[in-house]
């Protein structure tokens, strides 16, 4: 088993608590609940392609906001209303990684989203959420090379 960053860790600890399939559901819509799109500080729409996160049918963007001490702040929009799931993810990425070193972001397997959501997931609905894993590594990579 990989070897997650701490709040992370928590968080794939907690659901694998959850052994039933309706349990997990609903405690991943209730952290979708909590999702807060990218401030107008950040981005506004039409937000730019190059934050778009390709294959994600949720139509979700990533945004990394340096801190000023060599970490970042995660911020995500998801633009398809029924995108539940990457409302959840986006969540639970910028709860777990905001705030860490970016070697340590760096070394998320994208394959997480497994540990999260389960092994049932359509290939599609795996593909975008793998891609919002490794979006964010990329701003993240992308911001620590030009501050």
């Known amino acids: ?13 907690t659901l694998a608590l959850l052994p039933d399939r309706a349990d ?9 609940d909590r ?10 729409r039409p937000f730019p ?3 778009r996160v ?11 906001e340096p801190q000023g001490d060599g970490t970042f702040r995660y911020h995500f929009a998801v633009e398809n209303p029924q995108g539940v799931s990457a409302m959840a993810l ?12 970016p070697e340590q972001v760096a070394a998320v397997p994208s394959d997480v989203v497994y540990e999260v959501f389960g092994k049932e997931l359509s ?16 701003e993240t990579k992308k911001q620590t090379a030009t501050s």
Request: proline letters at 7%; glycine letters at 6%; charged letters at 20%.
């Open 123 to 138: 290939m599609g609905k795996s593909m975008g959420l793998m891609g919002m894993v490794s979006k964010l590594q990329a």
């Open 90 to 101: 986006a969540v639970i990425l910028g709860d777990t990684l905001s705030g860490l070193p």
């Open 54 to 64: 390709p294959a994600c049918e949720s139509e979700a963007f990533v945004w990394a």
């Open 1 to 13: 088993m990989p070897d997650y960053p701490e709040k992370l860790q928590e968080t794939v600890d």
């Open 49 to 51: 392609e190059e934050h």
């Open 35 to 44: 999702f807060q799109e990218v401030p107008e500080s950040i981005a506004s």
């Open 24 to 32: 997990r559901i609903q405690m991943l819509i209730d952290v979708a």
